[in-house]
């Protein structure tokens, strides 16, 4: 069993997260990879107000007894969720862990961890996490660029990342964007992380809640099929590549400013997308890793074979890989 800092720190058996996705992250995925010993999240403004959500909390818990968490993603809008409702929702349902992920957290952080619930935050970047660190979280997920959804704007990749934040941070971390299997979790504990997010990986699952031609779409694609967009308006994101990603760059490489692309870019077409199945309807997440990911298993089985898997990769590399001290290689 590979125990880390995360999995004491979070009471879960593999250091394996599963992503707190828009559209994705609800109770049925969330508690399947809870019983497997990772930890699953549910996605607070996938919910449509704060009483669902604790009515989504209250599913988990029936099919879970083990530890579950609630992401809370924060973002800058004209109208924004009433954000301190849906985390008053999560103190009252006794979640004890929260993932925070976009603007600022600490207001969040402070009233979280007045109720003992375990804060983890989501960065891109070392900076951020190391701010992250002094307002009090406990744990970060530090992504690199080849994840889903917004990578941030330094273009740095987990391979360098990863130890990078290994050599700045105190608390434990767990590295997300570009893991599907165990070779990936035995790479990340090999370069200092405490563990593994998986998003796209866990999108193709069985009790994934996304259209089954969209699961095969991820199946199908390689590496090359996902498309940067907004680079131009300084809010980088990660998409599928089709036909309204490929118009969304074209417009803004011409010139044009986000009004122009706004109604291609809208949430709902995303959302209809998972519901419904046409891959070419709206902008949807997903990452390089897709490139990686021939299967759509039950979301256990990813747990149970990824952590099986990293474990015998880790365990043949220190009987297979033999040092020779210097002197010894001299003669």
């Not at 969209?214 to 099929?225: C, F, P, R, Y």
């Not at 417009?251 to 986000?258: A, E, H, S």
């Amino acid at each position: 069993m590979l125990k880390t800092r995360f999995t004491e720190e979070f009471g879960v058996e593999h250091p394996i997260v599963q992503g707190g996705m828009m559209w994705v992250g609800r109770a049925e995925l969330a508690a399947a990879v809870s019983n497997a010993g990772g930890l699953g999240v549910i996605t607070a403004l996938t919910q449509p107000t704060p009483d669902a959500l604790a009515q989504e909390i209250e599913r988990c818990k029936a099919m879970t007894d083990k530890p579950f968490g609630v992401n809370l993603t924060l973002t800058l809008s004209i109208n924004p969720p009433p954000y301190a409702e849906f985390r008053q929702v999560i103190i009252e349902s006794g979640v004890k862990i929260v993932e925070t992920a976009g603007s600022d957290p600490t207001v969040h952080v402070e009233h979280l961890k007045e109720h003992g619930i375990k804060v983890i935050h989501k960065c891109t970047s070392v900076r951020h996490a190391l701010k992250a660190e002094r307002i009090g979280v406990d744990a970060v997920s530090i992504d690199g660029f080849e994840c889903a959804g917004h990578p941030g704007e330094d273009d740095v990749p987990g391979l360098v990342l990863i130890p990078a934040a290994a050599d700045a941070l105190t608390i434990p971390f767990i590295a997300s964007g570009g893991f599907a299997d165990g070779r990936g979790l035995a790479a990340a504990l090999a370069l200092g992380a405490d563990g593994i997010n998986m998003g796209t990986r866990f999108m193709c699952t069985q009790e994934s809640p996304i259209h089954e031609n969209i699961k095969n779409q991820i199946v199908g694609a390689s590496e090359l099929d996902t498309q940067l967009i907004f680079r131009q308006l300084r809010n980088t994101m990660r998409a599928s590549r089709n036909s309204v990603s490929e118009e969304v760059v074209d417009i803004l490489n011409k010139g044009g400013r986000f009004k122009e692309v706004k109604d291609l870019v809208a949430g709902t077409r995303g959302r209809k997308v998972y519901e419904e199945g046409d891959p070419e309807f709206g902008i949807w997440t997903v990452g390089v890793v897709q490139g990686l990911i021939r299967d759509i298993p039950a979301a256990g089985e990813v747990v149970r074979r990824t952590a099986a898997d990293a474990e015998a990769r880790l365990l043949g590399l220190s009987r297979d890989v033999v040092l020779v001290p210097a002197a010894s290689a001299a003669i």
